[in-house]
């Protein structure tokens, strides 16, 4: 039951009952839960893949094209600082999920709505692929337009499963951190940015430390070569199954942790 609104404008607020007593809603809190603004959740989507992206794949094509070493401590820091940035800049409009894992991952753990997955997964693809397209008009087809490959004497299946463990992790991070029992807040963006690059400090010359289906779907998109992506689908969406399985053994059933399904659909905290 909803009571009359107080004041007006900016400063408005609603009263609602919650649990015998009234709790103020913020004009602002009303209108990331108002489905036709969907529309500014996908545009987050897409503009913070499109920077993860540019992030991932440019520290390839940058050094290819300029003929200037890329450190790899520097190629995989780029991305898990990238994120950091993100996370912070736009969480509270998308949850900033950046990876069709992720989102997985939220739907499947019931903190996010099964029926606008297919969208941000689209916008989370688009996003990287405008990525990959600006690089590839800025420099040319080189590089491999930061594609991940498995590494030299790495067969796809290996690559398949280290994309697999490295899921479980990055997941099992970002449901964590998003849940009541951590509520770390945009605290949270500094362990999953922690995360990525520790990941990738060790693993990137295994499978290149993707964990992120739109971030190998794009470079092999402009490419044409699809060649070994299925280990860039198979490890990362199969390590969020996981996670999520992980995650109910560590903090129980899904659906019952508010703070987390309002971290998940980027509504801001109370």
């Known amino acids: ?5 107080h004041g007006s404008g900016r400063e ?3 009263e609602r009952a919650t649990g015998g007593h009234l709790a103020r809603d913020a004009w602002w809190v009303e209108r990331f839960q108002n489905p036709a603004l969907e529309w500014r959740r996908l545009f987050a989507e897409v503009l913070g893949t499109f920077l993860l992206v540019l992030a991932g794949a440019g520290a390839g094509v940058v050094a290819a094209a300029t003929h200037v070493a890329i450190g790899r ?12 940035a993100v996370i912070l800049a736009m969480g509270a409009v998308s949850g ?3 990876n069709p894992a992720v989102s997985l991952a939220f739907a499947l753990r019931r903190d996010f709505p099964w029926r606008r997955v297919p969208g941000y997964v689209l916008a989370q693809l688009l996003g990287g692929t ?4 600006f690089l590839l008009a800025m420099f040319g087809r080189v590089g491999s337009l930061g594609a991940t490959v498995p ?3 790495i067969s796809d299946t290996q690559a398949a499963l280290m994309e697999l463990v490295l899921t479980v992790g990055l ?4 449901l964590g951190t998003a849940s009541k029992a951590q509520n770390l807040g945009p605290i949270s963006a500094f362990g999953v940015a922690a995360y990525i690059i520790l990941a990738g400090l060790w693993s990137s010359p295994v499978s290149g430390a993707s964990m992120n289906p739109a971030r190998s779907f794009a470079p092999d998109l402009v490419l044409g070569d699809f060649s070994h992506f299925w280990v860039y689908v198979v490890g990362p969406l199969a390590g969020a199954m996981l996670a999520v399985l992980f995650a109910r053994i560590l903090r129980g059933p899904a659906g019952h942790d508010p703070l987390a399904s ?3 659909q980027g509504a801001p905290e109370e």
Do not use: F, N, Q
Not at 1 to 5: A, G, I, S
Not at 130 to 133: P, R, T
């Open 1 to 5: 039951m909803t009571e009359p609104e």
């Open 12 to 14: 408005g607020y609603r």
């Open 73 to 84: 401590v520097a190629a995989v820091s780029a991305p898990g600082l990238t994120v950091l």
């Open 96 to 98: 900033a999920h950046l």
């Open 130 to 133: 405008l990525a990959v397209l």
């Open 151 to 153: 590494g030299a004497g």
């Open 171 to 174: 997941v099992s991070t970002i």
């Open 262 to 264: 309002r971290a998940a």
